[in-house]
């Protein structure tokens, strides 16, 4: 599946934000770290743009990732049961 170029450059600008703001990058990639969360929002904002024709994530959605991640990290929860969608 080809990648729309909106999710791209939402993508793209959430992580010149975050390399420009640690305390946020921080927050954010928490134990997962980077690859995990991008990896994450990248779903997301492509369940979004399908459904809405928008890839901007919601506070929820964020949070969302956030605490997947971190439990994944710490292993209380299974890789598959991180998100109730993919993209296949």
Do not use: C, W
């Not at 390399?19 to 770290?33: C, D, H, M, P, R």
Request: aromatic share 14%; no cysteine.
């Amino acid at each position: 599946m080809k990648e729309h170029i909106d999710i791209t450059i939402y993508i793209n600008n959430m992580k010149l934000f975050l390399e420009e703001n640690t305390q946020a990058a921080n927050y954010f990639y928490g134990e997962g770290g980077k690859d995990a969360f991008f990896m994450f929002v990248k779903i997301f904002a492509t369940k979004n743009y399908e459904e809405h024709g928008d890839p901007v994530l919601t506070i929820e959605q964020f949070e969302l990732i956030r605490s997947r991640i971190n439990d994944v990290k710490r292993e209380t929860v299974t890789p598959h049961t991180i998100i109730p969608f993919s993209l296949n």
